[in-house]
Structure formats: C-alpha cells, structure tokens
C-alpha cells in the first residue's frame, strides 16, 4: 500500500504560479513512478504529468507542456508540479499517483493503483 497526500492548491489570477506537493508513505516510494491528473467539473479525469522512478523520463500532456514542470525527491517522498503561465482552464482538482514504473500505459488512469485525495486550484481570468 501506498498512501499518497497532495498540498499547495489554490486560488490564482491567470498566469500566475502555483507548486502543487504530494508526500508518500507505505512501500518504497523510489519502485513507482509517479503522475499527476486532473479532474474538472463534469469532465473526466485527465492525464497532465508522469515522472519515472528515476526521473530519467518524464512526460506532459500536450495541454500543460512548456508551463509545467514535474519533479521528485526520492530522499523525501515527494513528487512535484510546478504551474506556470496558469490559464482559468487549468481549473481542477489535481490529484497525485503511483503506478509500478515498468507499466508504460500512462495516459489512463486505471494503469495508476495508488491515489491522493487531491487538492483544487482555481485560476480565475
């Protein structure tokens, strides 16, 4: 098992920043890689980031390319997601989770076991 707890989401004016945080704790954290998704209202969740256990590959949704930035801290338990550049579209709840990283399936959030409660962000034009 894997628990996972996200932080930093908020209220911002568009374009601006916010750093979204999520602590793991349970089995080794450094065995999953790790994705961030987001769910705004009626829509389904979607994919927005994945960081490998190592951090030697990461991937973005087309979406947030150039304006977001994922990273990981092993040492600590911790997966990242810097916002930029924010658009009142980016307007969700952003959840964290763990998937094993040989899995390639990364887009889809049924490949993911383990997730956050999530935290919402709120961009307003």
């Known amino acids: 098992q894997v628990q996972l707890v996200e932080s930093g989401g908020g209220w911002v004016q568009a374009g601006g920043s916010l750093s979204l945080a999520c602590i793991a704790s349970g089995r080794a954290f450094s065995d999953y890689a790790m994705g961030w998704f987001r769910q705004a209202p009626g829509k389904e969740r979607e994919f927005v980031s994945r960081i490998s256990r190592s951090s030697g590959l990461i991937l973005y949704d087309d979406s947030v390319k150039g304006r977001f930035t994922i990273s990981r801290d092993n040492a600590k338990n911790m997966v990242y997601l810097q916002m930029n550049s924010l658009k009142p579209e980016d307007t969700a709840v952003y959840y964290c989770?763990?998937?094993?990283?040989?899995?390639?399936?990364?887009?889809?959030?049924?490949?993911?076991?383990?997730w956050g409660q999530g935290t919402q962000v709120t961009v307003s034009s």
């Open positions: 989770a763990a998937t094993p990283d040989y899995r390639t399936t990364y887009r889809r959030p049924d490949a993911y076991d383990y």
